[in-house]
């Protein structure tokens, strides 16, 4: 499975951004997507994920705020990132993990939330 992130860039604190992820390859053995993000001299966390069944898992500083969803039609699966605060400033990646465990990593997209 390959992965391309997009839909980063500059916002303001209280502004919104979607970014989405485009899926190519063997898209059906996809079980798990989401998206994880790194900070700055930071580890990546876990910031979202959804399930092919369609459950959804949210860290908790994304509880509220973000809303992750994915479009199998379109192989595509999105972040809505709503009430952005200078915290959420990061390089956002997204994941995919197939029905056989094995995982794939797209390119970040940078996220700089800032006045």
């Known amino acids: 499975v390959q992965l391309q992130a997009s839909g980063g860039g500059l916002v303001q604190p209280g502004g919104s951004l979607r970014l989405s992820c485009a899926a190519s390859?063997?898209?059906?053995?996809?079980?798990?997507m989401g998206w994880y993000r790194q900070g700055p001299g930071t580890q990546r966390d876990l910031v979202a994920l959804?399930?092919?069944?369609?459950?959804?898992n949210y860290a908790d500083f994304a509880k509220g705020r973000f809303t992750i969803s994915r479009d199998a039609m379109k192989n595509t699966m999105y972040l809505q990132m709503n009430s952005l605060k200078s915290e959420d400033t990061a390089n956002y990646f997204c994941?995919?993990?197939?029905?056989?465990?094995?995982?794939?990593w797209g390119p970040g997209t940078q996220v700089t939330v800032s006045s």
């Open positions: 959804i399930e092919t069944g369609g459950r959804t």
């Open positions: 994941y995919s993990r197939t029905w056989s465990w094995d995982t794939s």
């Open positions: 390859g063997p898209v059906s053995s996809i079980e798990v």
